[in-house]
């Protein structure tokens, strides 16, 4: 008898913080928590820079994909392996989101559970944010959906988020060069019917973010942990 292939981990020893480590334990208690997620091929300190923009009062903590993207790419790190482009395999998003989740499950277990948690990716890390709300619902308050997509099939909590519709934004430029007419097609289908959508365009930003997005964030997650914070426990 064999032994299963190992899942590879979030590398706890590297993920970044918005806040030194010696009040990681303190801020958690108090503090909503953004989950900060890479694109392809990039890595943990990438987006860090974003989290000053997020609102006042959350902690961010950025992590890195735990695959090694493969050549031509150095030093850079994948979610999952691309596949057919625009549309990977579910099985691989939900190793990552498990990934993900048994991270966050060791940081409970350190420092309580965070009054909220939230997901925010780009591309990759976008089509995360999302499959972790699709893999646990009743985890996270909300997702930012950043140039990322929804992937085909069935994921654990996709009833729940239709009966429930999360609160979801998504922004994108229609003139993204990466991610696929279908894949945008498949997202467009599927959030409405699953989420509370916030989905905004902004023309000229290709397969990146701005300034307007990030405040756009910003601005969709102080509501939505207002509205966690105000909603009666379960």
């Known amino acids: 008898m064999t032994d299963s292939p190992r899942r590879a981990a979030v590398n706890d020893a590297v993920v970044v913080w918005s806040v030194p480590a010696d009040e990681v334990a303190a801020r958690l ?17 990438d987006l860090i820079s974003l989290a000053p923009l997020l609102p006042e ?37 939900d190793d990552a989101a498990a990934s993900v989740l048994e991270w966050l499950d060791r940081i409970e277990a350190l420092h309580g559970t965070p009054p909220s948690i939230a997901t925010l990716g780009f591309s990759q890390g976008g089509a995360m944010a999302i499959h972790l709300l699709r893999t646990a619902p009743e985890r996270f308050a909300a997702a930012v959906n950043l140039s990322g997509f929804v992937v085909s099939g069935q994921a654990h909590g996709d ?22 007419d279908a894949a945008i097609a498949r997202t467009e289908e599927w959030l409405p019917s699953h989420s509370t959508l916030t989905a905004n365009l902004y023309p000229g930003i290709q397969h990146g973010v701005s300034q307007q997005e990030i405040s756009d964030a910003s601005e969709f997650l102080g509501a939505a942990f207002a509205g966690a914070a105000s909603s009666p426990a379960v």
Do not use: C, K
């Not at 208690?29 to 943990?44: F, K, N, Q, R, W």
């Not at 903590?61 to 625009?86: D, E, K, Y």
């Not at 009833?159 to 696929?180: K, L, N, Q, S």
């Open 29 to 45: 208690a108090t503090s909503p928590l953004v989950i900060i997620m890479h694109g392809y091929g990039s890595h943990e300190n």
């Open 159 to 180: 009833r729940t988020m239709a009966e429930t519709r999360p609160p979801v934004f998504w922004g994108r430029d229609v003139a993204d060069p990466i991610i696929t």
């Open 57 to 93: 009062g959350t902690i961010a903590a950025s992590l890195r994909a735990p695959l090694l993207a493969p050549h031509p790419v150095v030093n850079g790190f994948a979610w999952f392996t691309i596949g057919q482009p625009g549309n990977p395999r579910i099985s691989a998003l």
